[in-house]
């Protein structure tokens, strides 16, 4: 099992090192002379000699690359070009806040989604099936920044039942600003959760051992969670790895639209000011966040899965 | 006669719409007493298989579902019985070993949690006890060093071994019949008989009646005191395995016996019955096997025969042989 844990983490390092080398190149690439951004057009040539020199910008390529791998190491991105504070500060400061959204947006995606799945499998193609279908295909069509728009105007202007924006102080008031961007981001997960558990589980439900249990004489309560859900969970949860990725771009317009801080609005905001350092610590961190997650899937499939466990 | 344990009378069972059903079982007779092992032969699509599992109405439903008849065990209707009271027959009164040891175990559950899943769930025992139980059921089944095996997972033992928890689980209750559908066609040849003679212990240790289905003959031989050949749906001959072997009546009894290979025989080429089996529900009328009889007569093309005895225990099917009394055939 440590064994596994240690040559999964192993694994995962190429994967790093490939998108760093891809995030450097890019940020070489992409037209523009970052000297020049930060400066301004008008600069004068002296400046902008010095500044090269003092960025490093003059170093060949390689010596480029490998200093940038041993401040990425490090955590030191360098320093916003615009909000005149460290990258990794800005980082620190903003990860927490989508960390505690995509947490929320789960829980309430797996809590409603696992259960609605269920019901629609166990009574396929009747009304607690269709009545599914309707709502999934909404939650898949219906975007989040007009979904979060919506709601902002009539549960928070309208109603006035939530706050507007913000992110609150103490665990309550945190949990009554999060409540409508987490459903924001949750109504496309409980979609798409309840449509793969539905699909899983009457694969499931279709095999020898669930005729096995009934023949026990299982009742179909426990036939269906005990028997069928502990095996759809395995592809289920490759789902769930997906689906707290897509969070990353969710974060993105719900941040915005609900004006709390968090690394996807700094993404944007950074995009449009030209920030460069920001840009790329930003994909470094979702760079770094999927290989996690990934890897987390991976020791869940052991967790669940027996087969996997003794290779 | 006593009272049969269990008595099934004119079973149908359909696929497919209601407006357009195809009938994969027609009016099937069976009749177990108690004690007995009783064999089911006959081809894939004869619908054995589904016999055996409509009668713990285990057919999947839909697209499946029991048209008509009766089911009896014990003298109480099967298929009257709500699902919630039949279910707890299934596993007590009547058990089921199944095709694929492969794929009939549940993967993510240790063979002590499957094991004692079906004793939990019929009778009031503690852990300790469970346990216990669990592994004296995996002694009964010859499974060595029972006590390390109980935290193992499904795919840790090999298909024969396999099988042999799936009888653990089946008779973990002590089932008065035990019904077992080509519990060796996924085996291979020594392992198949090892888990018959498994069987055959099984039964002689529990008093457990038995219903084995199969294709093979020799299987049923090896265990049955009474087999049913069955063709397209239909009960085509009924009797006991000695009577039967040396004495059959249908044509296609009499196909089957004639198509196993024989040391002796000096025929270079194996014989095998023309043509194939009809699609389910492609035969509208007349006896099934018509097509491909070798004693096939006007009348059969036009109605079904009815049952015709030709001994103590011995009925079959057939318009040609029941009006002659003594063909002895190879």
């Known amino acids: 099992m440590a064994r596994y844990i240690f040559v999964r983490v192993l694994d995962s390092i190429p994967t790093i090192l490939l998108v760093l080398t891809l995030v450097f190149l890019a940020m070489r690439i992409l037209p523009g002379d970052p000297a020049i951004a930060v400066l301004g057009e008008n600069a004068q040539p002296e400046t902008i000699a010095r500044f090269r020199e003092q960025f490093g910008l003059n170093d060949p390529l390689w010596l480029q690359y490998l200093h940038f791998l041993g401040d990425v190491f490090t955590f030191d991105f360098g320093n916003s070009l615009v909000k005149s504070a460290p990258v990794s500060t800005l980082i620190a400061n903003n990860l927490p ?173 950074a995009i449009t000011e030209r920030d460069y350092p920001v840009i790329q610590a930003g994909v470094v961190v979702f760079a770094l966040v999927v290989v996690i997650v990934n890897l987390l899937m991976d020791l869940v499939y052991v967790a669940v899965d027996p087969r996997i466990r003794v290779q | 006669m006593s009272a049969p344990l269990l008595n099934v009378e004119s079973l149908c069972v359909e696929f497919g719409p209601k407006s357009a059903p195809i009938r994969v079982i027609n009016s099937v007779n069976l009749r177990v007493d108690a004690g007995e092992a009783v064999g089911i032969v006959g081809e894939s699509g004869s619908g054995k298989s589904i016999t055996s599992l409509s009668i713990l109405r285990l057919v999947p439903e839909p697209p499946s579902r029991i048209a008509s008849g009766r089911i009896e065990f014990e003298g109480r209707d099967l298929l009257a019985m709500p699902k919630s009271q039949l279910r707890h027959m299934r596993g007590r009164d009547i058990a089921m070993i199944f095709q694929e040891p492969m794929s009939s175990l549940n993967p993510v559950m240790t063979v002590e949690a499957q094991i004692g899943e079906a004793i939990m769930l019929h009778q009031r025992l503690g852990r300790a006890e469970r346990r216990a139980r669990v592994i004296e059921l995996l002694r009964l089944v010859g499974i060595p060093d029972p006590e390390s095996r109980l935290k193992a997972y499904p795919h840790q033992f090999s298909g024969g071994m396999r099988q042999r928890v799936m009888i653990a689980i089946a008779v973990a209750c002590n089932p008065k019949l035990l019904i077992a559908d080509e519990p060796t066609t996924a085996l291979d040849v020594t392992i198949q008989a090892q888990v018959l003679d498994l069987m055959k212990d099984v039964r002689r240790k529990l008093n457990t009646a038995i219903l084995l289905i199969s294709h093979d003959l020799g299987v049923i031989a090896e265990v049955c005191e009474r087999v049913l050949v069955m063709y397209a749906g239909h009960v085509v001959e009924d009797a006991d395995i000695r009577s039967l072997f040396e004495n059959p009546q249908h044509p296609y009894t009499r196909g089957l016996l004639r198509a196993v290979p024989s040391l002796t025989d000096e025929h270079p080429r194996l014989y095998q019955i023309p043509g194939s089996v009809p699609q389910a529900g492609s035969i509208r009328q007349g006896c099934p096997f018509y097509a491909r009889c070798d004693l096939r007569q006007d009348i059969c093309a036009r109605a079904m025969p009815a049952m015709s005895t030709h001994g103590a225990r011995h009925v079959a099917a057939c318009w040609a042989t029941q009006s002659m009394p003594e063909v002895r055939s190879a």
Do not use: C
């Open chain 1, 97 to 269: 806040y989508t960390i505690e959204l995509t947490i929320a947006a789960m829980l309430i995606g797996i809590t409603f989604g696992i259960p609605m799945g269920v019901m629609a499998a166990v009574k396929r193609n009747k009304l607690p099936d269709n009545a599914f279908r309707v709502f999934s295909l909404v939650g898949y069509a219906v975007p989040d920044f007009y979904l979060g728009a919506v709601l902002l105007l009539t549960f928070s202007l309208g109603l006035g039942w939530f706050p507007i924006n913000g992110v609150g102080t103490d665990f309550v008031s945190r949990m009554h600003h999060i409540a409508l961007p987490a459903l924001t981001l949750a109504m496309l997960k409980m979609a798409f959760i309840g449509r793969l558990t539905r699909t899983s589980l009457l694969e499931v439900l279709g095999r020898d051992y669930v005729r096995t249990a009934r023949a026990k004489g299982a009742s179909e309560r426990r036939v269906v969670y005990r028997h069928g859900l502990r095996n759809a969970l395995l592809p289920l949860s490759t789902g769930l790895g997906l689906s707290i990725l897509s969070t990353l771009s969710g974060s993105v317009a719900v941040e915005l639209v609900f004006n709390r801080p968090g690394i996807g609005r700094l993404l944007i905001e």
